[in-house]
Every structure is written in C-alpha cells, then in structure tokens.
C-alpha cells in the first residue's frame, strides 16, 4: 500500500509539470483520477476472479467469491483505467488522442515503484533461483526477482516515452509505445513467475501472456491498417497532382 500511494504522489507530482502543456485543469485532473481509479479497482477485480478460473474451475461461487473477497490483477486495472480515460475524456469533452498521450506515462511510472511494494510483500514472485532473493513466504528458499526486474522495464519504458515525447513536436503513440513494449516485456517474465494466482491455462501460458498477445496484435493491426490509409491518401494525392 505504502509503494502504491507513493506511485500515485509521483505520478501526480510528474502530472503537475505537464498540464500546462496539454491543457489540462488541476480539477480535470482529479476527475480523470476518480474515473481512472473507479473503474481500475472494478475491472482488476473481474481479471483476479477470471485468472482463478483454471485453478477453481468454472463455478459460480467461487467466481463470486474471488470478484468480492480476491485480489486485484493489473492488466485488469490498466484495461479499467483505460476505459475510465475514455469516458471521462468523453464527458469532458477533450481530445481522446491528447488524453491517452497525456496520461500514458504515468502507468510505467506508477507500476515501477508499485512492483516495488510486491516484492517487499512477497507477491507475485518468482521461481526458485539458487542467486535469488529470500522470501518470508518460503523459508529457505530463494526466487528469482520478477518484481524488481519488471519495475526496472517499467522505469525504461517510461523513460523512452518521455524522451520520444520530447524529440517530436507531435507525442502521438506514445500508448502504442507502450502497449507494445510492456506486452513483450511481461510475456517474457510471466515464465519466470513461481505463483499460480496469476492463473494458468491449458496451453501453459498465463491470462497475462495471453492478454499480452492479444495487446500486442492490436496495435500491429491498427499500425497495418493506418499504413493502408496512408498510402491510399498518398495515391489519392498523387493523382491529384497528375
């Protein structure tokens, strides 16, 4: 809890520098916060229940009983936060673009130092690794240190965001950016996870992986679609020249 609220005063304080830049109200800020923070702890629960599901099988009352009493996922808080951006920035009346591009850094940001806090808990560890670090949980017993080394990708995503936002004049995709770079990243170190609360599927892989293909996949179909419209543009500007 401590490693959270200290990611949100980051994220808030990294916030303030830039609202001038995107137009962006101290009060619109603190309604995107209770739209982003609503909807993140409601959907981060539905992906906990969802991710049981192949160690509790499908039943109603155990789905019931984890929606209620379990955890929180984040995949599922990013997919909730998202979708609180978009009707926020709907009711506000703001450019969804500027507002994905605005807050998209602060998810990388938030996530380094949470991830923090899930070692320090001893959640969300890794697999036994003779070099690994001790965990209360485990007496004994060393694992690898997933948290750490995913805060570390985090805190590089977010700094190649920043500086690809400061080198364009336009900050388009940086979501793209990070969907993508995240996606890749926690695939990868889903393999070096040791609990099975993150719910493992048939296939051997985890409702994270799986939702880092699928996140993954869409941004490469929206980038081929968006090729494909430019390049019908550009031959719809050629002839116009001819």
């Given at each position: 809890?401590?490693?959270?609220?200290?990611?949100?005063?980051?994220?808030?304080?990294?916030?303030?520098?830039?609202?001038?830049?995107?137009?962006?109200?101290?009060?619109?800020?603190?309604?995107?916060?209770?739209?982003?923070?609503?909807?993140?702890?409601?959907?981060?629960?539905?992906?906990?229940?969802?991710?049981?599901?192949?160690?509790?099988?499908?039943?109603?009352?155990?789905?019931?009983?984890?929606?209620?009493?379990?955890?929180?996922?984040?995949?599922?808080?990013?997919?909730?936060?998202?979708?609180?951006?978009?009707?926020?920035?709907?009711?506000?009346?703001?450019?969804?673009?500027?507002s994905f591009d605005f807050f998209t850094p602060d998810?990388?940001?938030?996530?380094?130092?949470?991830?923090?806090?899930?070692?320090?808990?001893?959640?969300?560890?890794?697999?036994?690794?003779?070099?690994?670090?001790?965990?209360?949980?485990?007496?004994?017993?060393?694992?690898?240190?997933?948290?750490?080394?995913?805060?570390?990708?985090?805190?590089?995503?977010?700094?190649?965001?920043?500086?690809?936002?400061?080198?364009?004049?336009?900050?388009?995709?940086?979501?793209?950016?990070?969907?993508?770079?995240?996606?890749?990243?926690?695939?990868?170190?889903?393999?070096?996870?040791?609990?099975?609360?993150?719910?493992?599927?048939?296939?051997?892989?985890?409702?994270?992986?799986?939702?880092?293909?699928?996140?993954?996949?869409?941004?490469?179909?929206?980038?081929?679609?968006?090729?494909?419209?430019?390049?019908?543009?550009?031959?719809?500007?050629?002839?116009?020249?001819?």
């Amino acid at each position: 809890m401590l490693c959270a609220l200290l990611g949100f005063a980051a994220i808030t304080f990294f916030n303030v520098f830039r609202m001038d830049k995107y137009g962006i109200s101290f009060f619109q800020m603190i309604i995107y916060y209770i739209f982003f923070f609503s909807f993140l702890f409601a959907v981060s629960k539905l992906f906990f229940a969802i991710g049981k599901i192949p160690e509790e099988g499908l039943s109603f009352e155990s789905f019931k009983e984890n929606l209620i009493h379990g955890g929180i996922v984040f995949y599922g808080g990013l997919v909730g936060a998202m979708l609180g951006l978009v009707i926020c920035t709907k009711i506000l009346r703001r450019d969804l673009r500027s507002s994905f591009d605005f807050f998209t850094p602060d998810v990388p940001l938030f996530h380094c130092i949470a991830r923090v806090g899930c070692m320090l808990s001893g959640c969300c560890y890794g697999k036994k690794w003779s070099w690994g670090i001790p965990n209360d949980d485990f007496p004994g017993v060393k694992l690898f240190p997933v948290q750490l080394i995913e805060s570390v990708c985090n805190l590089i995503i977010f700094i190649a965001i920043i500086v690809y936002t400061k080198k364009r004049s336009s900050n388009k995709y940086c979501l793209e950016i990070y969907l993508v770079s995240y996606g890749v990243c926690r695939f990868i170190l889903e393999f070096f996870r040791g609990d099975k609360i993150r719910g493992v599927w048939g296939d051997g892989l985890s409702t994270s992986q799986h939702i880092s293909i699928l996140m993954v996949l869409a941004v490469v179909i929206e980038a081929v679609i968006l090729c494909g419209r430019n390049k019908k543009q550009n031959g719809e500007d050629d002839k116009n020249v001819i």
